[in-house]
């Protein structure tokens, strides 16, 4: 198992940028797929973004404002936030991917989540 620490949530103005931090520990970090997922109040859970060692991957609605990337020297992985919206207030979730039987968007995928960082963009 590995564990996950997010970090760098806070509130902005839309329009505003912030940059998520998730370090993980207790794994080989270069091995694994990693994602971003959101949840906003009464809302399904939802991908924001991927990346496993080479590809990134993005929801239709942050394509553009957001960038993933990770550090493997680090065992960490970013989310950089541009752009931001009232709509992207959500609780920001890091995810390690343990499943390969189905679609990266999908959080069955995962085995492995953070406690959340909350995003909350005013407008």
């Known amino acids: 198992q590995v564990q996950l620490v997010e970090s760098g949530g806070g509130s902005v103005q839309a329009g505003g940028s912030l940059r998520l931090s998730c370090a993980a520990s207790?794994?080989?970090?270069?091995?694994?797929?990693m994602a971003w997922f959101r949840q906003g109040p009464g809302k399904e859970r939802e991908l924001v973004a991927a990346?496993?060692?080479?590809?990134?991957y993005y929801g239709d609605s942050v394509k553009g404002r957001f960038t993933i990337s990770r550090d493997n020297s680090k065992s960490t992985v970013y989310l950089q936030m541009n752009s931001l919206k009232p709509e992207d207030t959500a609780l920001y979730l890091c995810?390690?991917?343990?499943?390969?039987?189905?679609?990266?968007?999908?959080?069955?995928?995962?085995?492995?989540w953070g406690q959340g960082t909350q995003v909350t963009v005013s407008s």
């Open positions: 995810a390690c991917r343990t499943s390969y039987q189905g679609s990266r968007y999908s959080p069955s995928e995962y085995g492995d």
């Open positions: 207790g794994r080989i970090f270069s091995g694994y797929d």
């Open positions: 990346i496993d060692n080479s590809r990134t």
